[in-house]
């Protein structure tokens, strides 16, 4: 007989396998603790939970982009609503924002203005909502099966980030055609792109972990999101508002700290030759990227055995 099998048979019969007198009803735990038995969804240390989700990362990869190929199967024009779905978004605040309000005054080149601001915005924006249904809409998943969970709102990044791709090459080529030249510049667009894709990921951990028991949360993260779009500059400059309005020019200073703000400054910078970020964006995308990835994996590995139960 198996160890497991010698401890379960104790257990039953309330005694020891060497023959022993029983000690009456033993706690499970001493009784696992004596015969080297443990918990299968116990949490693992850090980093062996890290070499648990390194060795999974042809499944995350293969789960991201089967959800990005099976996203638009019902619809007639399928994956080219990657691209219309920003582009469309652009459209609109074009209209109201630059054309109604006067915005398109605050850039030389305000198409490409916009355009940037809105394709690297929805990249965060659909990487966090994804990511907050990512526990608890694969609860079946999750319990049917063992392995890391923070695989699932990884793969949901991933899969935002195979979208972005995409349309990046749609946001370059308008960008050129508006009259931008390439630059040396352009080489740093991965940089960008990797530090935002850190910031995704760690803010969407976080999420994961909250509504996961908090599903009221995905219908109060419409509004925040919404909230976050307007204050992120992504269809207007925010120096020149905040001097329009009267304000401090350190009150500027704070809206750029937004991550948001400060991804869309940075590749702003690269895109279009006449704009000019403060000096410190490319600082502030660093320091957000390595925060939220620290912080969000371990808040959302501390949590690690709770996913799934209920």
């Known amino acids: 007989m198996s160890q497991p099998e010698s401890a379960v048979a104790d257990a039953r019969a309330g005694g020891r396998k060497d023959g022993t007198p029983s000690r009456g009803k033993e706690p499970l735990a001493e009784l696992a603790s004596r015969y080297g038995l443990r918990r299968a969804i116990a949490r693992p240390s850090l980093p062996a939970y ?124 308008l960008v050129l055609l508006t009259g931008e030249p390439i630059t040396l510049l352009w080489l740093f667009i991965p940089v960008v792109l990797l530090l935002q894709t850190m910031f995704n990921i760690g803010a969407s951990l976080v999420l994961a972990r909250i509504g996961s028991t908090a599903r009221d949360m995905n219908q109060l993260l419409p509004f925040i999101t919404r909230t976050w779009l307007y204050a992120s500059g992504v269809f207007y400059a925010i120096d020149v508002k905040v001097e329009h309005a009267g304000g401090p020019p350190w009150l500027a200073d704070i809206l750029y700290l937004n991550p948001a703000a400060s991804y869309i400054e940075f590749m702003r910078d690269i895109l279009i030759s006449s704009h000019t970020p403060r000096d410190w964006v490319w600082g502030s995308c660093v320091f957000w990227a390595v925060f939220a990835l620290l912080v969000g994996f371990w808040y959302f590995w501390r949590a690690e055995e709770r996913y799934g139960r209920g």
């Open 50 to 173: 890290v070499r648990q989700l390194w060795e999974r990362r042809h499944f995350v990869l293969t789960y991201a982009t089967s959800r990005n190929v099976s996203r638009y199967s019902s619809s007639m024009l399928g994956q080219l609503w990657q691209v219309l779905t920003p582009l469309l978004n652009a459209g609109v605040y074009y209209l109201m924002f630059g054309l109604i309000l006067g915005a398109r005054n605050d850039s030389d080149n305000y198409v490409a203005f916009l355009l940037t601001g809105v394709f690297i915005f929805s990249f965060t924006q659909r990487s966090v909502s994804s990511g907050a249904k990512s526990i608890s809409g694969n609860l079946s998943l999750i319990r049917a099966l063992h392995f890391p969970r923070a695989a699932l709102p990884l793969a949901y990044t991933i899969q935002e980030l195979q979208q972005l791709a995409v349309s990046m090459v749609v946001l370059l080529v």
